[in-house]
Structure formats: structure tokens, C-alpha cells
């Protein structure tokens, strides 16, 4: 049960921002760039650093919700983020990807867990130093999500089937309308 009273009919962060507005268009701007924004990095593996670092976190709503839009964007889809969740190492994504998600993972446990050999490993794969800091701002941004989300208790369907809708949606849409 949700700690205050947002529209029980909306979910997650969904709920929060349209109890709060004047705090929704701030958050929503800084999800648009982070992951709609110019990047070499395509939508599709931003969306998994936000899928990854928030099933790390067990924050359903956020975990289920960005990996529907990864789903949607990746080739492989739903099959691809559910080996990253089980297995970085293990998932069917490029070495430099694996490699953010690693940086991203340390991120989740703690800025200073970013160390030295994350960094040149993703560099080795081929990772950019704007890479690099788009992964850590997003890892990051997540982690504020996450604890915004569940510190305020949202409901947050269990069921990844209930978030395809919402993957289509924000995949087409982007975060500035939600």
C-alpha cells in the first residue's frame, strides 16, 4: 500500500508524477536525455542499463517497465534483457555493452565501486569516455528513480506482460509526455 495518496489507478512513477507535476517535468527532461538523447549508444542498451540496474535495486516497477521499452527496441527483445538480469556476462549483447552494464552494476552498489579495471575494461571494448558518463549518469538516475519509486511504496504490477503497453508507449513517445 502506497505511504501517500497518489491515483491508485496509475502505477509506479506514473502515480508520482501526476501527484507532483511541478516534479514530474524536471525528472521526465533528464530521463528524455539520458535516454532519448543524442548517444552512440542506441535506445535499446540505455533502456537495458535501466532495466539491469533496476532489477539490481528489486525495484519492479522500474525493472519491468524500462525492460519492456529495451524489448522493444532491441533486436532479440524480451529474451535479451532477461539473460542481462540473469547473466551480464551470459547475455546476448556486444562486449562493450557487457562491459557498461559491469560499470553500471558497480554504480548500483556505490560510486566510488567504479574502479579502475571497470573503466579500462570498457575502454578496452571500446567504450568512449561519453559512454562511459552516460552509462554512470543513467546507472545513477536509476538508482534516484528506484528509491523514489519503492521509498514511497507505488503499486507495480508483478507481471511483465502488463508493461507492453507502456514499452510501446515510451518507445514512440519518449519521457517529456508521459
Not at 528489486?58 to 519492456?68: E, I, L, V
Not at 523514489?148 to 507492453?164: E, F, H, M, R
Amino acid at each position: 500500500m502506497p505511504h501517500i495518496a497518489p491515483d491508485e489507478n496509475l502505477p509506479g512513477i506514473t502515480a508520482l508524477f501526476a501527484y507532483r507535476p511541478e516534479t514530474a517535468a524536471p525528472l521526465g527532461q533528464l530521463a528524455e536525455v539520458l535516454l532519448r538523447g543524442p548517444s552512440s549508444l542506441s535506445v535499446g542498451e540505455r533502456e537495458l542499463i535501466g532495466a539491469v540496474v533496476s532489477r539490481g535495486n528489486d525495484c519492479t516497477f522500474c525493472s519491468r517497465s524500462h525492460a519492456a521499452v529495451a524489448a522493444e527496441a532491441l533486436e532479440g527483445g524480451l529474451p535479451v534483457v532477461e539473460a542481462a538480469w540473469k547473466d551480464v556476462d551470459g547475455a546476448p549483447v556486444s562486449a562493450k555493452v557487457k562491459a557498461l552494464l559491469h560499470v553500471a552494476l558497480a554504480v548500483r552498489e556505490g560510486g566510488k565501486s567504479v574502479s579502475e579495471e571497470l573503466i579500462a575494461a570498457a575502454r578496452d571494448e571500446g567504450a568512449t569516455d561519453v559512454e562511459i558518463h552516460d552509462t554512470v549518469l543513467i546507472a545513477a538516475a536509476f538508482c534516484m528513480f528506484n528509491r523514489y519509486v519503492d521509498g514511497l511504496a507505488t503499486i507495480a504490477p508483478d507481471d511483465q506482460d502488463a508493461y507492453k503497453a507502456t514499452g510501446v508507449r515510451l518507445l514512440e513517445n519518449g519521457y517529456t509526455r508521459l
